[in-house]
């Protein structure tokens, strides 16, 4: 899975802390690393100082063992050094006993060194600062004539340069937190400032469904830079546009409605009229001959088998086009009518209907949208098939999905066409030739269904048009009402 | 005839002068300079103390007088042997110990008495009695020729069959009675003998450094560390002028001054037969086989 990316008013200031923490450290490590070898020159100066100072003034004690004169010389060399001073001065003999020291009691007359004094001491120039917390431990030869007469050695507290090291690392520490702190939110500040006309823009862009782009308002405008008011605008512009385009497909769709509409009107009235003349025909016949019961029973036979004709059409239309708010369930018979409702279109054109319906009782989609759908895809298919061709409509449930398909026997859809139905393209010019009404309908009305409509070009010629709409759950018992 | 009474700022500059002096090392004294020698009987640290001194006995005797420090009281007594001084402040036991070529010239009267102490001093925490609660010490003497700062510790252990070197553990000379106290007072030492006139006057000079510290024992009273002359030159007029000089000094203004600051009543002549405990002591501690 993919990491969400950042947002980009994050991304700069973490840019900043992580620049800032990589100068940070580098600063930081080279001012205690200059810190370390000035506090190690320092600890290394008065070191030498302390015991040069003292190895003069007792060489000649230490070479009578005098305890008096050494410890005398010890007492009086007592002296701060800015903080840095040896805690104890030990003075040994060349046998390693101690002759006197800076803290007697310590560091007793005529003791034994301890060993630690014979295994740490270094001299002054080899001292080093140590990070532990212990004590630095320095010592120098004393000599005379060249022969060594006895050693000095000096302790000194490192405890007042660690709480130097640390009061440094501790400013240091402060002062980059806040300076990486301060400029951090700085740049989130910057550059939420930078990026507010895009967020304003994303979230006009990301409306709820159905609502369309909606346009900023000119409040919003006056809230940002010139440029963002330039942005602001061209957005508003393509809004406006979009909103315009929607208008007009809407009233596009309407129009299609319109004269599929007047197409039926127009099949119907020529349905209606064909049974008329043979209406006529008889009544004048039974007007010239109705005294004979042979005759006025054939007149009368054919006058009923007009008026059925022409009540089912009258019927079928009714159905069609009935304003029914009421959501109803597809019966069988709804697909059924529809045949009788192509039949004169079909008949007109010389073409073969064939039809399998394999419904055998109302199934839970909207009677009404559907009907428009199958009756469209019919009236196309008529339209698109040559004369003998044959048009072919299959209905079947499967798996809870109703599935209508037509077939043609025409030249097929033209690539435009199936974009529309695919969704691809809208149906502003979908009257186009080859291409029938409505299709930009079949598609809106299928979607609203919940189902999907799909063209494909058979090898043997023609276009299958495939319907599949998704039964719903619950199956209302109610009959179709189709009186 | 108004006396001349020096201020602080004129003090010190002699002070430093005076300091300066045995560091150049004369050759030779002027032949008008009298020379007098002094040891740690009393507080040489003090050069305001020296200065005053110096000054006073230079208006009495009528001429220039140097005072001569040394590390020893065997330096001192050397010089005073032989004539580099014309007298010095020394202690009785080298008094009594080189009695055929030294004479006494005056004693210092210390709270009415011409007598002083020794005292065994330790830490001011450590519990003793006495000496031999001391055993195996670490102690400080001062001198080996001062009476209070060994003399009468070594006579005490002869009394017992001990000598220094076996009944302590280690010993040291600190070259000074002030010294001994610091020895002490810093641990350097678990105990030390001292001049209980000098750890008197120091309660009152330097009482942070006798804090630190105990008295364990104070001896009998012996007499004070007295003024010398060399014997040849005891009836010289010189002689009799400086004995004069010293022990005038409390009828003096300036001398009162110097004696505020030594904390003596006074000098006057005594008998040499006051030494005599001393000399018993020597004697006994002498006495001991090795």
């Known amino acids: 899975m993919r990491a969400r990316p950042l947002p980009v008013a994050a991304k700069l200031p973490v840019v900043v802390v992580v620049f800032m923490a990589s100068v940070a450290t580098i600063v930081s490590w080279q001012v205690l690393d200059r810190l370390d070898e000035a506090q190690t020159r320092r600890l290394r100066d008065v070191a030498a100082a302390h015991l040069d100072g003292l190895a003069a003034a007792l060489t000649d004690p230490v070479i009578r063992e005098d305890v008096w004169e050494v410890y005398d010389a010890l007492d009086r060399s007592r002296q701060d050094h800015a903080g840095l001073r040896p805690t104890d001065t030990v003075v040994a003999s060349r046998d390693d006993r101690i002759i006197a020291a800076s803290d007697p009691k310590t560091f007793r007359s005529w003791a034994a060194l301890p060993s630690q004094f014979l295994t740490e001491a270094a001299p002054a120039q080899a001292l080093g600062i140590r990070t532990d917390g212990g004590k630095a431990l320095a010592k120098r030869n004393l000599s005379s004539g060249g022969q060594p007469v006895g050693t000095v050695y000096a302790t000194f507290d490192l405890a007042p340069l660690a709480a130097e090291r640390r009061a440094v690392q501790w400013t240091l520490l402060a002062t980059n937190l806040g300076i990486t702190v301060g400029l951090a939110i700085l740049a989130w500040l910057t550059v939420r400032h930078m990026t507010r006309s895009l967020r304003t823009l994303s979230r006009h862009l990301q409306a709820e469904p159905g609502d369309g782009i909606v346009p900023i308002p000119t409040e919003e405008a006056r809230r940002v830079g010139a440029e963002g008011r330039h942005l602001y605008a061209a957005f508003n512009a393509m809004a406006e546009a979009v909103r315009e385009r929607q208008v007009l497909a809407r009233r596009l769709a309407e129009e299609e409605r319109h004269a599929s509409l007047g197409r039926l009107a127009s099949g119907m009235a020529h349905e209606i009229n064909n049974p008329l003349g043979g209406l006529f025909t008889a009544i004048d016949t039974l007007k010239a001959h109705g005294d004979r019961p042979d005759v006025r029973r054939r007149s009368l036979d054919l006058v009923e088998r007009g008026l059925k004709g022409i009540r089912d059409v009258v019927r079928a239309t009714l159905v069609t086009h009935r304003i029914d708010r009421e959501e109803r369930d597809l019966a069988p018979a709804d697909l059924d009518d529809l045949r009788l409702l192509v039949g004169p279109e079909i008949g007109r054109r010389g073409l073969v209907l064939t039809w399998d319906n394999a419904l055998d009782r109302p199934v839970a989609v909207p009677a009404m949208p559907l009907r428009q759908v199958v009756l469209n895809l019919l009236l196309n298919a008529a339209q698109a098939t040559p004369p003998d061709g044959e048009v072919s409509l299959a209905a079947i449930v499967d798996d809870d999905v109703l599935i209508i398909t037509v077939w043609d026997a025409g030249p097929g859809l033209d690539g435009h066409g199936q974009a529309v139905l695919a969704g691809r393209e809208d149906g502003g010019t979908a009257g186009g030739p080859g291409n029938g009404l409505g299709l930009p309908l079949v598609r809106r009305l299928v979607i609203e269904m919940g189902g999907t409509v799909a063209s494909t070009i058979r090898d043997a010629g023609g276009t299958a048009v495939r319907v599949a709409v998704p039964v719903r759950r619950t199956v209302p018992d109610r009959l179709a009402d189709v009186a | ?290």
Not at chain 2, 46 to 63: I, N
Not at chain 2, 92 to 119: D, H, K, M, N, T
Not at chain 2, 154 to 159: I, S
């Open chain 2, 1 to 290: 005839m108004t006396p001349w009474r020096p201020s602080r700022r004129e003090i010190l500059p002699a002070a430093m002068a005076l300091c300066a002096m045995p560091s150049i090392g004369r050759g030779a004294a002027r032949t008008d300079e009298i020379r007098f020698g002094l040891t740690p009987v009393c507080l040489t640290s003090d050069l305001e103390l020296l200065a005053r001194l110096k000054s006073y006995l230079e208006r009495v005797l009528g001429q220039p007088v140097r005072l001569v420090t040394r590390r020893t009281y065997q330096e001192i007594t050397s010089l005073l042997i032989s004539g580099e001084l014309e007298a010095a402040w020394i202690c009785g036991f080298p008094l009594v110990a080189a009695r055929s070529r030294l004479a006494l010239g005056a004693v210092p009267v210390w709270r009415g008495r011409p007598l002083y102490q020794s005292y065994l001093i330790t830490s001011r925490d450590r519990q003793a009695d006495g000496l031999t609660d001391l055993g195996g010490d670490i102690h400080a003497f001062s001198d080996p020729d001062s009476n209070s700062g060994w003399l009468v510790t070594a006579a005490e252990l002869t009394a017992v069959g001990q000598s220094p070197d076996r009944f302590f553990s280690r010993t040291f000379f600190a070259w000074g009675h002030r010294n001994v106290v610091r020895a002490v007072g810093s641990g350097l030492a678990d105990s030390g003998s001292v001049d209980g006139y000098v750890y008197e006057v120091m309660r009152e000079t330097e009482p942070s450094l006798i804090e630190r510290t105990r008295i364990v024992r104070a001896s009998e009273w012996l007499a004070f560390p007295p003024v010398a002359f060399a014997s040849s030159a005891a009836q010289s007029e010189m002689a009799v002028r400086f004995r004069s000089a010293l022990t005038r000094m409390a009828d003096d203004a300036d001398g009162r001054v110097v004696l505020g600051m030594l904390r003596l009543d006074g000098f006057r002549q005594e008998d040499i037969a006051i030494y005599g405990p001393i000399a018993a002591k020597i004697a006994a501690v002498r006495g001991l086989p090795e």
